[in-house]
């Protein structure tokens, strides 16, 4: 007798521990560490999706309390490896989360078994005493036809129509019947071939032979007499109906093989075949170090670091050649969607079919079929961002983060993990190479790499001999003191002019979308705003739509002030879509094309507009930071960076750096050639070290001295922040819970070891219908400062009341 230790897929912390199942004999065999499975939960043994994190011989509850597993799914194939389990049990105890969460971010989106519950009509009860509440609900139920799901009714009639249901429930006037869903995302190919009975067989044919009416049956069965084995597609397309077929299959005449098929992400055939670069002095000293960290039992994190244009791609391929070679396998992080289908194409020109993608914008059963083809070792690399990290790959040799300082790395969901730190934690457990690669490194890292906790490569030449671009900073002020009010300085008009004459091409980076930053009224001053968020809408010019950028909602864009009834409404600020409507003006005879997540909604877009670009079909492209990294376009001669001071104003310690980066990202797209490439860096803030060290392309002035001043404020890496966002549905209800916090982080910060700001209203105060408060604490060493935020949240969570929400984030990106 075998007991399975299993935790519910249900995010509460109360459910956030093991419970002890037993395995009936029927599933002896099938129940494996790491399965799914259905378990009956709670008083009401509610069915219940949960996961198998151990087997075990022997339980501590007595047999006859415990209860049986109700079906093994997926086959009884595991959906977590080892690996896998030990992952999420550390991102719950990092990341301050449950591990069913963790567990949620680790599995294959959309296969989770949802659970819904109906309720019924007992027809034959008496309802002649029913009055109020309960009369709604049986007039609900009969217009619904004696059934109807339960959120449904909630919908219709409030959440107080539980308490009538209960009570229809006693007197057996209604009853609740749970209903399970399950998404498969399977997709079959069926084939039929002749069933061996020659008398029937022949039978059959005369009878089609000579019976006009069954034309149909006689046209299918003449194909057999070409192939042994017809697919449903091949007989579909010879024109014949699915009424001859489903005819001949009841007769027994002919059989039906269903055959489970993985669907492709791509066609080999679109990709042409490349082979090694002969590697420079550079590359084979940093491939040399790499392949001897492979063959090392213990391995250290290695940082490249390199310019770009210096061939890092190429020296992750011929690593991933050796892992290949091993018989392991690579995962290859990359940032942003839109360099997937770059990165992709490289890696299967040289790897073939034994690479695949996943991403965001794949349907969920083409991710799903992804994941399938790496648990059973059809595929050896993936290319994905963050959530590639969790393939179920069964010999992990080498991960490999590109572009490692983006923060697009850091899921701003819960869990709110880091994927940089969980990579180097499944580095660890799994003894692959953890290589990071960018021409800007996130400071910590590289600290960490001049430290020598991390091994430093560095590439400071660009392959092919080219060289980097001429860069120079253009002050705003003085264009708007000579009275040039546009979004162009005078330089980059003509240098865009220059551009179209030669037939080169020009990208024009702005980290905004959208027309206007903000829509207000000039009679009263009111700005409109997202009622859920209370912040500004974006104003979008194509579609005639303010939007908000943190919640997604849109309205229409008022003709009136809705506070005072004016028609005098202004639209301020600059995005790229006033950016690409300015362009169209000054040239109008160039072709534009704008990259940004409005255009690129649909599930191809961004390979299209790249490809187009790429290809030559537009001389300016306009875009944010999507197209501010790795991407290599030969004929790119001139980038213009219209706002370049736009991020040093978030609020942020980290704003300089992601200044620095982006400046010099977006930089690195010009010259990829012959040409040096020439980029103008329009700001306010001409002086402002980080615009003047990336004009100058010095990346290790930057850290110098930028690191100062980290170590002089206590900033990472010299020390570290939690953030504890308090939310919840009520103003006052959230801001004395956040007082309450504030209260106990003071008093049990014994000898004042942290600094505790707040709390005081977040940045975003409101989001999404929810009024949020927070508090920063400031520590030198992060470990225990993390535990003594978690300790004091804990307290706060026994003292706050229901509805209000404690949220705990260690080193946060931003305070909004």
Known sequence: MRYARVIVGMNHPQTDRVFDYHIPEAFQDEAKEGVRVIVPFGRRNTKTEGYILSLAEESEIPLEKLKDILEILDDGRPIFTPQMLHLAQWMKEHYFCTLNQCLQAIMPTGIKTKSTWQVLLNEAADVSACKGGELAVL?????????????????LLGSGVKNAIQQMQKKKILYLKQKMIRSEYKMEQRFYSINNHTSLWENTIKKVETDKRLSGQKKLLHLFKEKSEISLEEIKKSGIGESPLKTLLKKGILKERIEQIKRAVF??????????????????????????????EKKNPILLHGITGSGKTEIYMQSIAK???MGKQAVVLVPEISLTPQMMERFISRFGQAVSITHSRLSAGERLDQWKKARDGEISVMIGPRSALFMPFSDLGMIIIDEVHDNSYISDITPKYDAREAAKFLAEDTGAVLLMGSATPDLVSYHKARQGEYILLELKERTGGGTLPKMQIVDMCKELEEGNRSAFSQILQQEIAINLEKAQQTMLFLNRRGFATFVSCRSCGHVMRCPECGISYTYHAKEDILMCHYCGKTVESPRNCPECGSKYIRYFGTGTQKIEEEVRRLFPRANVLRMDLDTTMGKNSHNQILEAFRKGQADILVGTQMIAKGHDFPNVTLVGIMAADTSLNTGSFYASENTFQLITQAGGRAGRADDSGRVYIQTYQPKHYCITHAAEQNYKGFYEEEILLREMMGYPPFGAFCSVVVSGEVEEDIANAADVLGGILQTENRGNSYFIMGPVPAMLFKFRGEYRQRILIQGHDEDPLVQFVAKCVEKGEQKVGKGIHLQLTRNPLNIV
């Open 139 to 155: 007039e609900a139920l009969k217009e619904m036809g004696g059934s109807g799901a339960l959120s449904e009714l909630e919908k």
């Open 267 to 296: 066609s080999l055939e679109d990709y042409e075949k490349t082979t090694p670069f002969f590697p420079t002095a550079e590359q084979r000293a940093a491939i040399e170090e790499i392949e001897y960290q492979i063959d090392l």
């Open 323 to 325: 892992i290949l070679a």
